[in-house]
């Protein structure tokens, strides 16, 4: 049975309001709580605490924008092109995506 969803009309709004949601969901702190994490972090010796905080407080808001900005993009340049382009383009994403697993693996397998 294929389970793939095959993209129509609304398919760039779609993914337009997932993408913010997405984006939102990590480092919802206000700003100044986040500095003030990381500067009472900064003060501790625990390098590997450090690493995990710093993972979970996400993107900047520089790198928010940049990601922003970059999806933005995408979507208007999918609102622009017809629906067989964007499947193939989603066939390729995913080839790709298969393809590094693959190689992944056998790179695992060799150690």
Known sequence: ???????????????????????????????DDLEYLVIAIDKLRDERLKSCIAELIGWSDDDRAEIETFVAIAIEVMKKTNVSKLRDAARIVELRYLVQNIEGEKGNAAK
């Open 1 to 31: 049975m294929n389970t793939r969803v095959k993209p129509d009309g609304d398919f760039a709004a779609q993914q337009a309001g997932r993408m913010r949601e997405l984006l939102h969901q990590r480092g919802t702190l206000p700003r």
